[in-house]
């Protein structure tokens, strides 16, 4: 019982250290208060592209870079934790990729219609959402269809004691997707 006993504190105390060094430079306090913040105020000063349902496409295919679409609702528990988390992102990939932001509703989940058209327009499942597009080379130029598969979806809005382990993980994802 004492060796399963300090096997488990070893693997608690490498995995914590693991986290904290994997996110160190991320001031938890600052991310919660940020958090509490309508997303509009969380992105204000980052460099983000608002897409609208009339620009959308033509932002997403006129890129030559991959895009990340985050679709939300201002003022939204979920959309305001992933806000944060592209806001810690965007200093070391922004330059990589191209971030876009479009907001759904001011409140709150979409109605049923409007969830509706989001799923026939983009594939979108669930507000908040984001969408990667990789537009390297000709993968995003399909002349004759009006409808482009995201390559990547994530739509998991991270609780604030996970916040830590999404961004690594968000991180290493954007790395693994960014290497090719």
């Known amino acids: 019982m004492s060796k399963l006993f300090y096997w488990s504190v070893i693997f608690i105390v490498l995995f914590f250290c693991f986290q904290a060094q994997a996110a160190k430079d991320v001031n938890m306090t600052e991310v919660r ?13 980052s460099h983000v592209d608002i897409y609208t349902i009339e620009n959308y496409w033509s932002n997403v295919r006129g890129r030559n870079t991959p895009v990340v679409v985050f679709f939300y609702s201002n003022y939204d528990g979920g959309s305001q934790r992933i806000a944060t988390l592209i806001k810690y992102l965007l200093p070391d ?19 049923k219609d409007k969830a509706e058209k989001l799923e026939s327009l983009y594939s979108l499942d669930k ?20 409808y482009i598969d995201a390559d990547f979806k994530e739509f998991r809005s991270p609780r604030m004691f996970l916040w830590k ?7 290493k994802e954007l790395d693994e997707l960014l290497s090719d």
């Not at 208060?33 to 000063?45: G, N, Y």
């Not at 382990?165 to 991180?171: T, V």
């Open 127 to 146: 507000t908040p959402g984001i969408l990667f597009y990789d537009n390297v080379g000709t993968d995003m130029v399909l002349e004759d269809e009006d």
């Open 33 to 45: 208060a940020l958090a509490k913040l309508p997303v509009d105020s969380i992105l204000e000063d």
């Open 93 to 111: 990939y922004g330059d990589r990729v191209t971030f876009g932001i479009m907001k759904i509703k001011e409140k709150g989940k979409p109605s």
């Open 165 to 171: 382990k999404y961004y690594s993980a968000i991180r």
